[in-house]
Each structure stands twice: as structure tokens, then as C-alpha cells.
């Protein structure tokens, strides 16, 4: 018997470079948040006030990327056999957790203000959501620069984005209500900016639970992966074969290969090890090797998911 690992994790990261990048995007947004809350207090504009709200949103997902990307960083030890890779998908979640409630928030206020629209002073909220656009501009730039295979970071970045959004549609609404008096473009802008924010939400925590539930990285499935590993001119059948994301940019397997007799365990494992890096880039696996009669395995009395064998060569085939 034969069981062993291809190639290592295959999850290298710029940590270093990621975390200046995240450390850049929140000075900024830090700095310009307590600028558009004076901005918003001496125009007594409520819009401005709440996208100061949105920019702390912001900065709290960025330091909770950076959190999560320290605790990441810890070794695998004890009872934690992965290590704490999985703290960014955390972190993913809630970000994405996040985008939703401000959604409800802007929904419930867009809805209030087409009611009731207070007095807003269009100038200042012209010129103080320009502004922002660019700083939100910079800051998605820099988090662009990191590494957004990792949810993370991808989180980070969709507040920074959405931000921006939010910042292009105030400035939109300031310019409305002070050429045209039309009040209730700001509610309106707002329920834009909600609408943006709830596909974002949704996709982070799509994406996220996709691997908190162990399914397959998006792109590879398990069939088309058992039958290409089936194939191999010595495998008679696989079976036990899992595919799953340890952390973002993890993608990991494990699988039980029965080969024919007289053929070398350890050959076939390095094999089909390098097949599963190079065609699908999965560099961290995990394959037990054996001689024996395919469905009749005495290692597996009842092995998890579908048998893959190839028909043209075996008798057996899929049941």
C-alpha cells in the first residue's frame, strides 16, 4: 500500500505584500471617513453621514483581513491539523454578512427619506462625495494589487467598491437636489447603491459557504476528475474521492485507487499525483494505493461516493 502527498499546499500567498497594500487602504479610508463626518455634520446632510458610515464598514473589513490573515498565518499544531487557513473564510463571511445588513439599513432609510426627504446642502455633498470617489478610487487600487484569490482580500475589496458606488451615486443625488431641488434623488440613489451591495454580499457569502460545506472548487468536478484518474492504464477503480478548498486558493484532494496486480503502488500514486497538478492544479493530495478487486475492496466496506472505473478496460465499470 501506498498513500502519500503531490507537491505540497500549492497556497502561496504575497502575505507580506498583501498586508502593506490593506494597511495603505485603510489609512485612507481612516482619514477621509473623519473629513466627510465634519463634511456631513456642517451640511447637514444625513447621505454624507451614512457613507462615513459605510467607509467604517470598510475599514472594519479591512482589519479584519488583516486579523485573519495574522491568524492564518499560525502553523499547524495540535488538534488544528490545517492550521487556522480558514480564519479568512470566516472573515469572508462576515463581510459578506455585513453588505447584507447595510443593505436592509439603506432600504429602510432610501424608503423613509422618499417620504420625508430632509433639506440637504447640495454643494458641499458634490464636492465632499467627488472627493471620496477618488480616495475610494486609490484604496480599491491598492487592494486590487493584493492577492484577491483569497476571500479575504476579495472581501475587503467589495466594501471598498461598493463604497465607491455609493460615493459616485451621492454625488449624482447632490448634484440633482442642488440644480433641480428634487429631494428624493437621494433615496433613490440609494436604493441603487443597496441593489449593488446585495450582489456582492451574496457572492462573498456564496463563495464562502461553497467551502465552509466542503464542496468542490468552483471549475473542478469530482466525475470528471474520477474518470480521468480512472483512466490511468493501472488504476482498476477509484473510489472514497473527495475534492475540497481548505482556504481560498487550497484546492485539496483525497481519493482510494485499486490497481491491477503487478503494478507499483508508488509509480502509480507519483502519477496520478503529478496528472492532478498539472491538468487540474490541485497540488495537495492525498491517495492510498492498493492491490485489489474492484467493488469488492476489502479496505472500503462501504466506500463514500460514486466508483469510477473505465469501462473500455474493466469489466466493472460505474454502477
Not at 492564518?72 to 447584507?100: C, D, H, M
Not at 460545506?213 to 473542478?220: E, F, R, T, W, Y
Not at 499525483?273 to 492498493?290: K, N, Y
Request: hydrophobic share 50%; charged share 15%; glycine share 8%.
Amino acid at each position: 500500500m501506498s498513500a502519500g502527498r503531490g507537491h505540497g499546499h500549492g497556497h502561496v500567498l504575497r502575505a507580506d505584500a498583501d498586508k502593506r497594500y490593506l494597511i495603505g487602504a485603510l489609512a485612507l479610508i481612516l482619514g477621509y471617513m473623519a473629513v466627510e463626518v465634519i463634511a456631513g455634520v456642517v451640511a447637514n446632510s444625513i447621505a454624507l453621514i451614512s457613507d462615513a458610515a459605510h467607509m467604517l464598514t470598510d475599514a472594519t473589513a479591512i482589519a479584519l483581513a488583516l486579523i485573519a490573515m495574522r491568524i492564518a498565518a499560525r502553523p499547524a499544531r495540535g488538534a488544528y491539523t490545517f492550521g487556522w487557513k480558514r480564519a479568512e473564510i470566516l472573515s469572508a463571511q462576515i463581510n459578506g454578512v455585513t453588505l447584507l445588513l447595510l443593505v436592509a439599513y439603506f432600504v429602510y432609510e432610501s424608503v423613509h427619506r422618499l417620504i420625508e426627504p430632509p433639506d440637504v446642502s447640495g454643494p458641499v455633498v458634490v464636492v465632499t462625495a467627488v472627493a471620496g470617489i477618488g480616495v475610494n478610487a486609490l484604496a480599491a487600487w491598492l487592494l486590487s494589487r493584493a492577492d484577491r484569490r483569497s476571500l479575504n482580500v476579495e472581501g475587503a475589496f467589495q466594501h471598498v467598491l461598493n463604497d465607491m458606488y455609493a460615493f459616485i451615486a451621492t454625488a449624482l443625488a447632490g448634484a440633482v437636489v442642488w440644480l433641480t431641488g428634487f429631494r428624493q434623488a437621494d433615496a433613490i440613489a440609494a436604493l441603487v447603491v443597496a441593489a449593488l451591495m446585495l450582489k456582492a454580499g451574496w457572492g462573498l457569502l456564496r463563495d464562502s459557504g461553497r467551502v465552509l460545506l466542503q464542496a468542490a472548487p468552483s471549475g473542478l468536478h469530482p466525475d470528471e476528475i474520477g474518470a480521468v484518474l480512472a483512466a490511468d492504464p493501472d488504476v482498476e477503480e477509484v473510489h472514497d474521492l473527495h475534492v475540497w478548498t481548505v482556504t481560498s486558493g487550497y484546492p485539496t484532494l483525497s481519493a482510494h485507487v485499486i490497481v491491477a496486480d503487478g503494478a507499483d503502488c508508488h509509480q502509480v500514486r507519483t502519477r496520478l499525483a503529478d496528472l492532478l497538478h498539472e491538468r487540474f492544479e490541485i497540488g495537495h493530495t492525498t491517495l492510498q494505493v492498493d492491490h485489489g478487486i474492484p467493488g469488492l475492496d476489502p479496505h472500503c466496506v462501504d466506500p463514500h461516493g460514486p466508483r469510477h472505473s473505465d469501462p473500455l478496460k474493466s469489466p466493472y465499470g460505474d454502477p
